[in-house]
């Protein structure tokens, strides 16, 4: 048993060279000729000291064809899960995880368009196209070395490539570049609104959207106010800074805070007011009153997300000016840095220790 043990010890380490000197010929020869079907002439791919290829090719048609073999060679891997995407059929390699994603993509239909855009291409473009794609077909035929190693990871090998496949790329490509489309749309929806209610309906509907979200904040301030009058009557703020008097008011409000920085009410409030476009695309309502209810509802949102820091006025005092002006940077860095939404628990435990250290502090 023990010498089998140890031969299995002295062979492990043969076979783990073995498996790296097989996925080591998945990177792309450099030296060599190769004959293949297909073109018209020779055709010279050379590379650099970086792996940078030069092709020089006699016509349009051989150069898109070893183009397609040299895009196969370095990116085999990243050009199929690319066209997948854009086909809407990844989930074949990743199961039901990339369903969404899937119907996503099916729904807008860009395999579809790439499809009919080829279609009605010119001769010669769809003859580069199909040059390109025998290109990459004669590596995949011709390929004696191992597959990009990914392909074993999701254990699925390549398909054949289509001139439709290379369109959707671009297509895939211009959806990724458009990452605004969702804001875009609520534009055209808009105008379009706008245009069939008139310019007053449509200036109405803004006033009663901005009269809906100043309502919801009024009432905060009420509260606020309310609280203010409590606290004062009670003797728990100073007159001057109006900051509170007691230790475990001020620990109270700390650690309230920070608690509710780690609730799942505040990450729901914050995603909706870190993005009022997407808020509006999905919540719109028409006329005046639905404008005013869509008001309150993203106020409500927006007072949801930051209550409990403006609360904290009341710990140092709402007069104290350099208070006053840090909570608000760290309200503004929350709704609007793009790292905004990674500061909310930090920011959780560093009220959390504050306030615990308040209460256990001597004196």
């Known amino acids: 048993m023990l010498r089998l043990l140890a031969r299995l010890l002295l062979l492990l380490p043969l076979l783990v060279a073995a498996a790296l000197l097989w996925l080591r010929s998945s990177l792309p020869e450099e030296n060599g000729r190769l004959v293949t079907a297909g073109i018209s002439a020779d055709i010279s791919i050379s590379r650099d000291a970086q792996g940078i290829p030069t092709i020089r090719a006699a016509n349009d048609r051989d150069a898109a064809f070893a183009l397609g073999y040299v895009h196969a060679q370095d990116r085999l891997f990243q050009m199929d899960l690319m066209r997948r995407a854009g086909a809407g059929r990844l989930a074949e390699w990743f199961g039901p995880r990339a369903v969404f994603t899937d119907r996503f993509m099916r729904t807008l239909g860009l395999y579809r368009a790439a499809e009919r855009q080829y279609a009605i291409l010119s001769p010669g473009l769809r003859a580069v196209l199909d040059a390109y794609a025998a290109g990459v077909n004669a590596f995949l035929t011709q390929r004696r070395q191992a597959l990009p190693p990914e392909y074993y990871l999701v254990n699925a090998r390549p398909e054949t490539w289509r001139p439709a496949d290379t369109l959707v790329w671009g297509k895939f490509m211009a959806l990724q570049l458009a990452g605004n489309f969702r ?24 006033a009663a959207f901005v009269a809906g979200y100043l309502a919801c904040w009024l009432g905060f301030s009420a509260i606020a106010t309310l ?23 001020t620990a109270g409000l700390l650690i309230g805070a920070g ?6 009410l505040k990450s729901v409030c914050l995603t909706q007011c870190r993005s009022p476009a997407e808020f509006l695309a999905r919540h719109w309502r ?13 106020g409500a949102y927006c007072l949801g997300c930051c209550w409990a820091l403006m609360l904290l006025l009341f710990a140092a005092g709402i007069m104290n000016l350099l208070w006053i002006a840090g909570l608000s940077i760290l309200v503004l860095l929350e709704k609007l840095a793009p790292f905004g939404a990674a500061l909310t628990k930090p920011l959780a435990v560093l009220l959390l220790f504050a306030g615990a250290a308040l209460l256990v502090a001597p004196g």
């Open 183 to 206: 804001t875009e749309l609520l534009h055209a929806r808009v105008a379009r609104h706008g245009q069939e209610r008139g310019g007053a309906s449509g200036r109405a509907s803004t």
């Open 227 to 249: 609280l203010q009058f409590g606290l004062e009557r009670f003797g728990l703020l100073d007159g001057m800074m109006m900051g509170s008097t007691e230790r475990w008011l």
């Open 259 to 264: 608690l509710y920085q780690l609730s799942p």
């Open 286 to 298: 028409p006329g005046r009153l639905g404008a005013f209810r869509l008001g309150v509802r993203h």
